[in-house]
């Protein structure tokens, strides 16, 4: 365990995928670097200091200790002086009491915050927060942030903040005797899913799961590192039963001394994240993170200073806590939006906001679900045939399960199907809206709120779409870089404005609105996928299996009754079920689960030439003729020549024969993990290139050949997407020319692949592709929103 895990500072990343990219992680005692020694002094977070920013002095505030290329250094808040404030803002600040007052820079602006050596560290020096009015005089103080809203500098007061978290939460060191072992944090991240409410099924029972954030990304998404701390029962308290957890985890804060393997080791966790889809949901009850309420969905919403602030909500509970009546007592707490009682995980060292974020699977979903019924309920009878019919048609992504029909079904539409449906929808209307396929009265409305032509008005409809879909799949990258994060930020702007443009449903409400709050959860926790809920897909998967047996149940039964047994509801043969069945009793012989229906297919195995790719197996032959592929052309030698000379094979090959398969499967080794692959005809797969980059390709041939020292090695045969550096108009979305001629090399050892079936090619359509898509067109686009739901 301790080798795969994480232990030690939180890290300033290019790209962020941990938690220990995070915020959080970093900030806090519980889980990052708490102390620093400087010049034999100790600084700690949350302190103020004077440090050396380009051969200036300067006041800051030590946010967190972090790691960089193995270097501990220091991310400091900003602060600035009367002089430094914007110009605008002087008039603001009423008169300089003294030259004692500064400002704290908001620390998400690009100019909040600065990463510095321990050298440039200069000296602790006293600055207050004032949190209250009671002025300090004779010191240092700050009672004002300086922050940007909708483009424009700002003052807002100090309160309105969260606190760092050594304000909230501090590490108790162990005992003295224990003081020379180690420290191990462990980070805890507990989520409650009411799955009932979430899905049409008739039973609603609580599943309460824990991860340990020290995994990494990739070992956490796995079904086996979910930890089920157990069920609510139905109609159970999830107070009484989460008690016994709060229990330990307060034990735990304070730390306990643990064995690990032969060592002890001195252990404290804590609480990192709740993420519970309570049955209020999203869309009953206001914000859990801010005040807003019908301006919820405003373009020009000042998130910052509307947030709810542990601090700030602690004042409320009291006021509801010392209110003499019940019927007081709840009036208060309706005004606040609060509980009557305190959240019971508030006896665990957290901040109640910033640490229960919004679930982004519920959020694109419900949003996705939103717009899909919008979208559906505008169309005539005629725009729901030619939707209907593309829907069909559509290639979907090989690995999917075929989706439900979206107008008939919509609501049995799972989670994960909507945000599928999401990733396609914008190509689907693509090629199927067009002005006649909106309702009269619809058209009207769109052209009158939005006051555009009707062609105008379909093309909104299908880039509003585009922007929906661009949104989701940024909001599900696994790991982030700079420019993700401010494109992310862009596009969730973008998202808001369309999608609100286009239809009054989408105005104040809270599934769009908890959007607003998704920039601050990347920076909290690394990613939103972090504190997404994979879980979910557990739960279906679990329900799936759930299904399976009941269907295996039913065909038990039918078999019994078939075979002469007796129903014992009526304790006699079910003759007709016998006379009916008779001449089908085969039909119910042999069944037995199969894996595959192909397991009893033969498997060649051949060499690998790339020490990353193990246990190559090639399966189900094909005649060459059937691949259309020639083989006899001096291209298809040449280009088998360079694919051999690529691992070091430099003689003219002997042997002329080629074996081709439909399939091959293989054991490829990513970033140290061992990743089981398949590979069939007509894969999209995608290759590193020297000097271009990512490129794709579709898998036309796999075939093995023999080399001349008589090892059987394994090929294949592309088509290559040349990318002509152009996007679609409407979508975005890049559009390349599939290359059927040999103008590039065409094979290449299996091993050049480096990923199957991760993008997705959508055919350009143009108005040829009628029944058939018209294959002289050789347009395609990368759909650049898809995604695998995690
Ligand atoms: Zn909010
Ligand atoms: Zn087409």
Same mark, same amino acid.
């Given at each position: ?8 500072? %939180? ?10 990219? +995070?915020? $959080? ?24 200091? @004077? ?8 006041? +800051? ?5 972090? *790691? ?43 100019? %909040? ?38 483009? !424009? ?22 005992? *003295? ?18 799955? +009932? ?32 701390? %157990? ?18 985890? /307060? ?15 001195? @252990?404290?966790?804590? $609480? ?5 889809? $309570? ?6 009850? +206001? ?6 309420? =019908? ?8 998130? &910052? ?12 509970? /009291? ?50 679900? /939103? ?11 005629? %725009? ?16 999917? *399960? ?142 799936? =299996? ?19 047994? @007796? ?96 399939? &091959? ?12 692959? !398949? ?15 990512? *490129? ?8 093995? !050949? ?56 959508? !055919? ?27």
């Amino acid at each position: 365990m301790e080798k795969s895990f994480y232990f030690g500072p %939180g890290i300033e990343a290019e790209e962020k995928k941990e938690y220990w990219h +995070g915020d $959080l992680w970093a900030e806090s005692p519980l889980f990052g670097q708490e102390k620093i020694t400087i010049n034999r002094e100790i600084y700690y977070p949350n302190e103020f200091i @004077i440090y050396k920013e380009n051969g200036k002095r300067r006041f +800051g505030r030590i946010r967190s200790i972090v *790691s960089i290329n193995d270097e501990l250094q220091i991310k400091i808040q900003r602060i600035c002086t009367y002089y430094e404030l914007p110009n605008n803002l002087h008039s603001n600040v009423h008169s300089i009491t003294s030259e004692s007052q500064l400002w704290l820079i908001d620390q998400h602006l690009e100019e %909040g915050s600065i990463i510095a050596n321990t050298y440039e560290i200069i000296k602790k020096v006293d600055i207050t927060i004032v949190r209250d009015s009671t002025i300090i005089t004779n010191s240092l103080f700050i009672k004002e942030i300086l922050y940007k809203n909708n483009g !424009h500098w700002k003052l807002r007061d100090a309160t309105l903040d969260y606190m760092h978290p050594c304000e909230y939460s501090a590490l108790s060191s162990p005992p *003295s005797s224990y003081n020379n072992f180690r420290i191990l944090k462990i980070f805890i991240d507990i989520y409650y899913d009411d799955f +009932g409410t979430y899905r049409n099924t008739y039973h609603s029972l609580g599943g309460v799961y824990i991860q340990l954030g020290n995994m990494p990304f990739e070992m956490r998404k796995h079904l086996r590192n979910h930890f089920v701390l %157990g069920f609510v029962p139905f109609g159970g308290c999830f107070k009484d039963f989460i008690h016994p957890f709060i229990k330990d985890m /307060k034990q735990l804060e304070k730390g306990i001394l643990m064995n690990i393997q032969g060592r002890d080791c001195w @252990i404290i966790a804590g $609480l990192e994240c709740i993420t519970a889809d $309570l049955p209020q949901g999203n869309d009953l009850t +206001g914000c859990r993170t801010c005040l807003a309420k =019908e301006n919820a969905t405003d373009i020009t919403l000042d998130i &910052a200073s509307i947030s709810r602030y542990h601090h700030i909500t602690n004042i409320q509970f /009291k006021n509801i806590f010392t209110a003499l009546t019940l019927e007081e007592r709840n009036n208060i707490a309706k005004e606040y939006g609060l509980q009557t009682s305190l959240p019971i995980f508030d006896q665990l060292q957290w901040e109640r906001h910033l640490q229960s974020p919004q679930d982004i699977y519920h959020i694109i979903a419900g949003k996705t679900l /939103k717009l899909l019924k919008l979208t559906i309920t505008m169309l005539s009878p005629e %725009g729901e045939r030619n939707f209907i019919r593309e829907w069909k048609s559509f290639e979907y992504p090989k690995q999917w *399960s075929k989706l439900p029909n979206p107008i008939s079904h919509l609501e049995s539409f799972m989670m994960s199907d909507r945000i599928r449906l999401g990733m396609v929808m914008p190509f689907i209307l693509n090629r199927s809206l067009t002005i006649n396929c909106l309702k009269q009265q619809e058209m009207d409305k769109l052209q009158r709120r939005i006051k555009l032509n009707r062609n105008q008005v379909i093309n909104a409809i299908i880039k509003c779409w585009a922007i929906v879909a661009k949104c989701s799949q940024l909001t599900f990258k696994i790991s982030l870089t700079i420019d993700d994060r401010i494109e992310l930020e862009r596009y969730l702007k973008k998202e808001r404005e369309a999608l609100v443009e286009l239809f009054d449903d989408f105005v104040g409400l809270p599934n769009l609105h908890a959007s607003y709050h998704l920039s601050r959860h990347v920076r909290t926790f690394g990613t939103l996928v972090n504190t997404a809920v994979g879980t979910k897909e557990m739960v279906y998967r679990k329900n799936i =299996e759930f299904d399976l047996l009941k269907y295996y149940t039913t065909l038990q039964a039918i078999r019994h009754l078939s075979d002469g047994g @007796i129903d014992p509801r009526n304790l006699q043969h079910s003759v007709e079920f016998m006379n009916l069945f008779q001449d089908f009793s085969h039909l119910f012989k042999d069944w037995f689960i199969m894996e595959s229906s192909e397991t009893d297919n033969k498997e060649f195995k051949v060499c690998s030439p790339s020490s990353y790719f193990r246990n190559i197996m090639l399966r189900k032959p094909v005649s060459v003729r059937n691949t259309n592929i020639g083989i006899d052309t001096v291209s298809f030698r040449t280009d088998l020549a360079l694919a051999y000379e690529s691992f070091g094979y430099n003689s003219s090959l002997i042997n002329k024969t080629c074996n081709f398969y439909e399939y &091959a499967s293989y054991i490829q080794d990513v970033h140290n993990a061992e990743v089981q692959c !398949h590979l069939s005809i007509d894969d999209v797969v995608t290759i590193q290139v020297a000097d271009y980059g990512e *490129s794709y390709a579709v898998i036309k041939g796999i075939f093995k !050949h023999k080399s001349n020292d008589g090892y059987l090695y394994p090929f294949i045969y592309v088509d290559w997407f040349e990318d002509i550096c152009k996007n679609h108009n409407r979508l975005e979305c890049p559009i390349f020319v599939l290359r059927h001629d040999d103008t590039y090399c065409k094979i290449f050892p299996l091993t050049v692949i480096e990923k199957v079936q991760k993008v997705h090619f959508v !055919h350009d359509c143009n108005s040829r592709c009628k029944d058939n898509h018209n294959l002289e067109n050789k347009h395609y686009l990368r759909n650049d929103f898809f995604f695998k739901v995690i």
